[in-house]
């Protein structure tokens, strides 16, 4: 079966190195932060930049897991994880802001991260189910179901492309709020710089390799790789 074979790893094998540098770098560049101190914790940090942007409806709670913050535009709510809520360190804060970011985002009605929400539903349906057709296209060699199958996973390509602005822009934000707002100092916000970075190149690995896989889908689809 095509998505067994092994020209797939070597076909995205630029991605899968570059998501596992960032990985790497993420871990490394996080832990150094979480060593250096700040003045407010990281819930402490959002609530101030979400009050600043008139977002005091916003809510934020604690969730479990280690680097599973995230904010969830249906309910207004930033989720932090146990160290970024509580402690008080760049990587808490850096994190924290971004996340807030993303909230001015929604509030702002930035138009990728609108397009992005729009996107989900599609993206999380072509995900799962384009890689199933093109499955059952290969194995029946019906090239119609091949070609919807990259179609659909062609939408989680958008999804990545789209998400890349969108967390850029919110780390962009992360970092202006923080200084202006004297979080932290400019030369603090060289240990913010390296986490947020770190964090970009593993959403620029994840389109690398969405890319990477819909091309390989095509050159199956062309012809490109068959007995």
């Given amino acids: 079966m095509f998505i067994f074979d092994p020209m797939y790893l070597i076909f995205i094998s ?5 998501g596992f540098w960032a990985q790497m770098r993420v871990r490394s560049t996080y832990a150094q932060a979480q060593r250096m101190a700040a003045p407010l914790s990281g819930a402490a940090a959002a609530r101030h930049i979400l009050d600043s942007a008139g977002l005091n409806h916003v809510d934020i709670e604690q969730v479990g897991g280690t680097l599973s913050d995230h904010y969830d ?42 397009i992005r929400n729009a996107a989900v539903p599609v993206a999380s349906f072509g995900s799962g189910a384009g890689i199933l057709l093109l ?12 070609l919807l199958g990259i179609g659909l996973f062609g939408c989680v390509v958008f999804f990545q492309v789209v998400n890349l602005p969108v967390e850029f822009n919110a780390s962009a934000r992360a970092k202006a709020q923080l200084v202006d707002l004297g979080i932290v100092s400019p030369q603090e916000l060289t240990y913010v710089n390296k986490v947020l970075g770190a964090a970009a190149w593993t959403y620029v690995a994840a389109t690398l390799q969405a890319i990477l896989t819909l091309l390989y889908y095509i050159m199956i689809f062309t012809g490109g790789n068959r007995d």
């Fill in 14 to 18: 630029p991605a899968l190195i570059l």
């Fill in 73 to 114: 535009p249906r309910h207004k709510v930033l989720r932090l994880s146990p160290d970024v809520y509580h402690k008080r360190s760049l990587a808490a804060v850096g994190i924290a802001a971004h996340e807030a970011g993303h909230a001015i985002q929604d509030a702002r009605a930035y138009a990728p991260l609108v």
């Fill in 135 to 146: 499955v059952i296209g290969a194995i029946m060699s019906l090239k119609p179901l091949i």
